[in-house]
């Protein structure tokens, strides 16, 4: 069951992290650069099935995680959340809620930026450049804390 959770985990996270950096670091400095008018549509075309899969993906790896840890071993009781490997867990998990809900923020503020095309260059490119600084710093971090917790194999 450990292994399915495990597969499972690095499922979400791989589709979660890259779907982030995708968007963090190359679609969004594109919209960026182009007119108010094109990123708005193509924001209207990717937004339904990017948010269905980050969203799912999200959900999955922030459940995920801490069954793994739980199931194997790592964090056998609440009280074991105060052992070092609990608390890179739980750092874990605020990071990926922080980058989560950041990015959320983030994307609000552009469809809002889309309304005038006066302002949209110099708000989507703040937007763009403060996104791609939190999104891959926090994947940065999440990588090197699985680097600390040996990938969570028990």
């Given at each position: 069951m450990?292994?399915?959770?495990?597969?499972?985990?690095?499922?979400?996270?791989?589709t979660w992290a890259g779907g982030n950096l995708f968007f963090a670091l190359i679609l969004l400095p594109a919209m960026a650069r182009s007119?108010?008018?094109?990123?708005?549509?193509?924001f209207d075309r990717i937004g339904p099935a990017s948010?269905?899969?980050m969203g799912v993906s999200g959900v999955l790896v922030l459940v995920t995680g801490p069954l793994r840890a739980w199931a194997g071993g790592g964090i056998p009781s609440l009280g074991a959340l105060g052992s070092p490997y609990g608390l890179w867990v739980i750092?874990?998990?605020?990071?990926?809620?922080?980058?989560?809900?950041?990015d959320g923020a983030g994307r609000a503020r552009l469809r809002r930026s889309f309304d005038d095309p006066s302002t949209y260059p110099t708000v989507a490119g703040g937007i763009a450049r403060r996104t791609?600084?939190?999104t891959a710093g926090?994947?940065?971090?999440l990588i090197l804390i699985m680097a600390l917790l040996g990938l969570g194999l028990y």
């Open positions: 450990n292994e399915i959770i495990h597969i499972l985990h690095l499922l979400a996270a791989t007119p108010a008018a094109e990123a708005s549509a193509l948010g269905l899969v750092a874990a998990f605020v990071i990926v809620v922080a980058v989560s809900g950041f791609a600084w939190v926090g994947m940065t971090l």
